[in-house]
């Protein structure tokens, strides 16, 4: 993989509009689990000893809130608006324990483009597959920007932006 090639960006904020949107389901697996346990390092026994976690409330293992978290975050980055855009801030409220092997739906609004400030607020919901609202986010989102061609004159060796 070359990470110097050009690859496509995403929708930049004169592409995007109040009422764009996008609908991603994911299933939450035991290998996503083990590779997010073990690249933080994190062994809080609620998220994978199920003997611990039949004495909480959640009788089982819970899946961990920053897997949730990066699940909207790779979806900004690959699709809304996409390559190229960066998260400036995300504030979540987590209504509901999301279990191992439970299926997500999350529904994704630009509900506010902001082309003075260069940022798109996007309010994310996702639902288990009892409909059960498990987390409700707003993400401000910087789309990407075109670089900026650089002009180069070959007769005088002079660039220009």
């Not at 070359?2 to 930049?12: A, M, V």
């Not at 996008?22 to 933080?40: H, K, V």
């Not at 855009?85 to 509901?96: D, G, K, L, P, T």
């Amino acid at each position: 993989m070359n990470i110097s090639k050009p690859r496509k960006l995403g929708k930049t904020i004169n592409e995007l509009e109040e009422g764009d949107s996008l609908s991603l389901t994911e299933s939450i697996e035991d290998n996503q689990l083990l590779l997010y346990l073990g690249l933080t390092n994190d062994a809080n026994p609620l998220y994978i000893q199920h003997d611990f976690a039949k004495q909480t409330e959640y009788q089982q293992p819970i899946v961990p809130s920053v897997m949730l978290m990066g699940i909207i975050t790779s979806a900004i980055s690959k699709h809304l608006p996409g390559p190229g855009s960066h998260v400036v801030n995300f504030s979540v409220n987590f209504i509901e324990p999301v279990f191992h092997y439970q299926t997500l739906t999350f529904q994704f609004d630009i509900i506010k483009v902001d082309k003075m400030k260069n940022v798109v607020t996007i309010s994310v919901e996702a639902n288990n597959s009892e409909e059960n609202r498990v987390l409700d986010a707003v993400v401000m989102v910087q789309p990407p920007v075109e670089p900026e061609l650089e002009i180069t004159l070959e007769s005088e060796g002079e660039t220009y932006e």
